[in-house]
């Protein structure tokens, strides 16, 4: 370090004040100056009020539904169990549960009590099919008009058809082929196909008279074949199904409630607790929860209903539930094969992801590596294959890495390979664009000093070189497949495989939204861990330290 002993020099008022009577243009004072802080916030506010008017945002936040938003939001960490209390038109009431509830095979929650009684109900057919509807359904048929078995008044005569047809069915029956149903009627036998009719019979059928159910600690509905009433903490609706397919709430509507059309079903919503649908033919009830439902064991397992400290004695010490492997394996086997969430299936698509995105990376650095150096004009002094090589580039990364997928699954078909091919086409213009302009900001006095020793060509670029983009390149390779981890889930949304067509298919549903909040979480702690140690090997690289 070099050091001055000139000595510091102090400048008073007198002196400064000479300095700008010299320099008056230097010292001017400029009162537009102090118009730029205000002025920056002005055009802040005109731009924030144009895009306002432009994009219709207040329109859309006006007209937009803050309900669906708030249970979009919901499902991503509740779950709904949907009973459907079915009301026949006798009055006899049912309750049936989605195909594949949460709570099992044979459901029974606490928070719903059944009242049950016989009721006398019809059985049997309501009318009996005769000839005459035969008759019927032949004239509505395919065939044409004419034809045998069809009804319709033919040309020829009754008894010369029925001389035909009977012939046709005598040879039917020697040769043992017809294309007929069996018992189907025919010209020879046109009653065949005749139901007798039964008279109905009467039978004592188990049916529910009342049911009771509690959606939180104030929330009940209470529903029977002809009425439903609903309570929200201290509030009431009576909402009276019948007679004939109209819904009649008794009263005035609560702001808790709601019916578009007269007589047509009554909404009623109990906030984060769920909602109730009120029809002339049932109740359905959706009671939410909070958490993901049978997250380690679905209801097929038996570990499920169980407590923590059941399970992790059974799988200790307890007796074996499968003579053919141990606790310990049943219960992984139960995990990764789990019905609801398919844990399995999650993270081996998620593991395809991160190979898809490491596979298409990798490739796309070897092929543009050496591409960069014919790109590169202080390397290659080719004018016509440096511009060859550039304007390839400029065509692989012109064309977006979706659209890249598109064709490859249209090409190959849905799978990891059309996702890697998108990455690796997307990747080698990019990287080979930034490699060539690597090299072509080298300090050539490192290189001519290697080739005036006499060193070789290659021994040239290999020294001279190399050391100055080596570090440059890894770094930008690891960036690539940090942000590729990212950019293989969307192209997977399209079919090219991995976790991005796992989440699209439980998004379609409209209602696994607990599923889409377990993947975007997974894929989240994916690109974080990926994000630190790509940053670290970068910081390595590049010889810079972490903070």
Not at 80 to 98: N, V, Y
Not at 178 to 189: D, E, H, I, L
Not at 250 to 255: I, K, S, T, Y
Not at 289 to 318: H, K, Q, T, Y
């Amino acid at each position: 370090m070099i050091r001055s002993n000139i000595p510091a020099v102090t400048l008073g008022d007198e002196d400064i004040s000479a300095i700008a009577a010299r320099h008056p243009d230097v010292f001017a004072n400029r009162p537009w100056r102090r118009l730029h802080g205000p002025a920056v916030i002005a055009a802040i506010a005109l731009y924030s009020v144009y895009c306002w008017f432009f994009f219709g945002i207040g329109k859309v936040l006006n007209e937009a539904n803050w309900d669906i938003a708030g249970n979009y939001l919901a499902d991503w960490v509740s779950y709904e169990i949907r009973p459907d209390f079915e009301i026949e038109p006798d009055g006899a009431m049912f309750i049936e549960w989605s195909r594949f509830s949460p709570l099992g095979a044979a459901p029974d929650p606490d928070w719903i009590d059944l009242t049950h009684g016989t009721m006398e109900r019809s059985s049997g057919s309501d009318a009996a099919t005769s000839s005459a509807s035969v008759a019927e359904k032949a004239a509505n048929s395919f065939m044409m008009p004419g034809q045998p078995g069809t009804g319709a008044q033919e040309t020829v005569s009754e008894a010369a058809g029925a001389q035909t047809a009977g012939a046709r069915d005598a040879a039917d029956q020697e040769s043992g082929f017809s294309f007929m149903a069996p018992g189907a009627p025919t010209a020879s036998n046109p009653a065949a196909g005749a139901v007798r009719e039964t008279a109905p019979q009467s039978i004592a059928e188990e049916v529910i008279t009342r049911a009771v159910v509690r959606l939180g600690a104030d929330n009940t509905v209470t529903i029977t074949p002809t009425l439903v009433t609903l309570t929200r903490g201290a509030e009431s609706l009576a909402v009276r199904l019948g007679p004939g397919e109209v819904v009649t709430p008794e009263g005035v509507l609560p702001d808790w409630a709601q019916q578009r059309y007269a007589g047509r079903k009554v909404v009623a919503f109990f906030g984060f607790t769920g909602r109730v649908e009120v029809d002339y033919d049932g109740v359905k009830v959706r009671h939410r929860f909070l958490g993901w439902e049978n997250f380690v064991f679905d209801a097929r397992s038996p570990f499920w209903g169980r407590s923590a400290a059941e399970v992790i004695s059974l799988v200790m010490s307890g007796e074996r539930l499968d003579p053919s492997r141990s606790n310990l394996a049943l219960a992984w086997n139960n995990i990764l094969y789990n019905a609801d969430w398919q844990h399995l299936d999650v993270w081996t698509k998620l593991l395809q992801t991160i190979v898809m995105a490491f596979v298409g990376t990798l490739f796309a650095s070897v092929l543009a590596f050496p591409l960069a150096f014919l790109a590169a004009r202080n390397i290659t002094r080719n004018r016509v294959l440096n511009q060859l090589n550039k304007r390839f580039f400029d065509f692989l990364r012109s064309v977006d890495m979706l659209i890249w997928a598109l064709f490859f699954t249209r090409a190959f078909g849905p799978g990891p390979l059309a996702g890697i091919s998108a990455i690796f086409f997307t990747d080698t213009g990019t990287l080979g664009k930034l490699y060539a302009e690597a090299l072509e900001n080298i300090d050539d006095k490192q290189r001519e000093g290697v080739r005036s020793v006499g060193a070789q060509p290659v021994a040239v670029q290999r020294y001279g070189v190399l050391p100055q983009v080596l570090p440059v390149f890894a770094s930008q390779a690891l960036y690539f497949w940090e942000s590729n981890t990212r950019s293989a889930t969307i192209i997977g949304a399209v079919g090219a495989g991995g976790i991005g067509l796992k989440l699209w298919e439980a998004m379609r549903t409209n209602q696994d939204w607990e599923n889409v909040a377990y993947m975007v979480l997974l894929i989240l702690a994916v690109v974080f861990i990926f994000d630190n140690i790509s940053n670290a090997l970068r910081s390595r690289l590049m010889g810079a330290s972490r903070p």
